[in-house]
T-cell receptor
């Protein structure tokens, strides 16, 4: 049972345009959401996060939107740059559980930025 | 150098062999995690540890054993390797019970092939 789903395995966007990556979750206990970026032969690196008390968080070219009623979040990258080409993982956790912040990851979306 | 280090980077082993993947972090983070990355599944949690001598199962623990005698080390052992354990393995650490805005810090991964 996949609690965090990224239904698009890949996405191709032209340089300078907006990239929108989507993520859905099923566990209503999740209250913290993160996006990670992964280049080949490297570990994932943290990109941006959002708490369930917010519906938007922005950091430079990256904005994450959270729609709790739809159990959906999205990552917007604008403008997209060639260096943004990577695999993006959505992750979620239920911090109210206490203890370790165990992250549940989606399947990943491979983003390719075309010149 | 400070950080989280995994070794080896690549490993080929035969079915039925025991193999240990090493993970070392220099931050004295309390929490450490082992994930495996497989196409179509994203990152799945194998085991995690809240502190030295405290470990617990994740989503896919079968066939794996962990130990944490020292805070900085968290080795993962495949007791009798199977082809289904061919994967990329990532170790991660986290600094706080409720997590930080930056989530986990990941190592660079170990690509394991079981033949």
């Amino acid at each position: 049972d996949q609690q965090v789903k990224q239904n698009s395995p890949s996405l191709s966007v032209q340089e300078g345009r907006i990239s929108i990556l989507n993520c859905d979750y099923t566990n209503s206990m999740f209250d913290y959401f993160l996006w990670y970026k992964k280049y080949p032969a490297e570990g994932p690196t943290f990109l941006i996060s959002i708490s369930s008390i917010k519906d938007k968080n922005e950091d430079g070219r990256f904005t994450v939107f959270l729609n709790k009623s739809a159990k959906h979040l999205s990552l917007h990258i604008v403008p997209s740059q060639p260096g943004d080409s990577a695999v993006y993982f959505c992750a979620a956790s239920a911090r109210k559980d206490g203890g370790a912040q165990k992250l549940v990851f989606g399947q990943g979306t491979r983003l390719t930025i075309n010149p | 150098d400070a950080g989280i280090t995994q070794s080896p980077r690549y490993k080929i082993t035969e079915t039925g062999r025991q193999v240990t993947l090493m993970c070392h972090q220099t931050w004295s983070h309390s929490y450490m995690f082992w994930y495996r990355q497989d196409l179509g599944h994203g990152l799945r949690l194998i085991y995690y540890s809240a502190a030295a001598d405290i470990t617990d199962k994740g989503e896919v623990p079968d066939g794996y054993v962990v130990s944490r005698s020292k805070t900085e080390n968290f080795p993962l052992t495949l007791e009798s390797a199977t082809r289904s354990q061919t994967s990329v393995y990532f170790c991660a650490s986290s600094e706080s019970r409720q997590g930080s805005g930056y989530g986990y810090t990941f190592g660079s991964g170990t690509r394991l092939t079981v033949v």
